[in-house]
Structure formats: structure tokens, C-alpha cells
């Protein structure tokens, strides 16, 4: 599944942490504690995401960051699985078309997958799209 990184900031004068996606412009939350500011992390990345793929903007690949405050958040399941599809699809160059003969689907059908609002794979789907990949989508 997809993640990205963020960098987690405590305020050490006023209490709390912000979280920022350093990939994702203007992607940014806080919180009173740590728990809190990464729950939200996991929504704000969500809603961003979606956001961006529904206005056909390109989607940012996650950077390969680390670091003492770097910390990798996976937006909800959904959203991973299409940003994930859409992501590994275009870096293959393949067209929805294409894929979807592979799997033995419609174009349509094959659109759903990538869309965050539609998707709903069913398990051999997702098999198959991992066979078709040679990844692995259920892991970060």
C-alpha cells in the first residue's frame, strides 16, 4: 500500500505537534498529542489525496525520506489501493485498456478500481493485479 512521509514537529512552548507532508504541498494538521496528530495526519493525507485525484492532477510519488521526525503514514485502505493502482499503472506505462484485458474485466470496471470513491476489488482482483504488477499491494 502507499504511504508518504511526514514530519512530525512537537511545539515544545504551546503543547502539541503539527504534521506536515513535505511531498504534498499545503498538506498539513495538528494536534494536542501524538496520537491525536497522527489520526488526523492519516484523514488530512486521505482527504488530499482524494481531493487531487478527483481535479486529474498528477499524484506525487512519495519521496524516500528519513529521519528522527520522518514518519509514514498510509491514507485510508480505499485510497491507498487506487493511488497505489494509479501510480504503479503510469510508471509501467500501461493504459486502463490494457490492464483490463489482463484482468479479464471491462475498462470500466477496471476504472472503478482507481477511482477512491469507487474502488472495491474483490480478493482474487487484487491478486491478480498483484501477479500482473509483481508487487505485493496489501504491504508498505
Aim: charged fraction near 25%; include cysteine.
Amino acid at each position: 500500500m502507499i504511504s508518504y512521509p511526514a514530519i512530525l514537529t512537537e511545539d515544545k512552548t504551546e503543547g502539541g505537534y503539527t504534521v506536515e507532508f513535505p511531498d504534498l504541498p499545503g498538506c498539513i494538521t495538528e494536534g494536542e498529542t501524538l496520537d491525536e496528530a497522527l489520526s488526523y495526519a492519516r484523514e488530512v493525507l486521505t482527504l488530499y489525496l482524494e481531493s487531487i485525484d478527483s481535479r486529474k492532477l498528477p499524484i506525487p510519488h512519495p519521496s524516500k525520506r528519513n529521519g528522527k521526525n520522518i514518519h509514514w503514514i498510509e491514507p485510508d485502505k480505499k485510497v491507498g489501493f487506487a493511488i497505489w493502482l494509479k501510480i504503479n499503472r503510469e510508471e509501467q506505462g500501461l493504459s486502463q485498456t490494457k490492464i483490463a484485458n489482463r484482468l479479464g474485466v471491462t475498462q470500466q470496471a477496471y476504472q472503478r478500481f482507481e477511482n477512491p470513491r469507487k474502488t472495491n476489488p474483490t480478493l482474487s482482483q487484487i491478486v491478480k493485479l498483484e501477479n500482473l504488477f509483481g508487487r505485493e499491494i496489501l504491504k508498505p
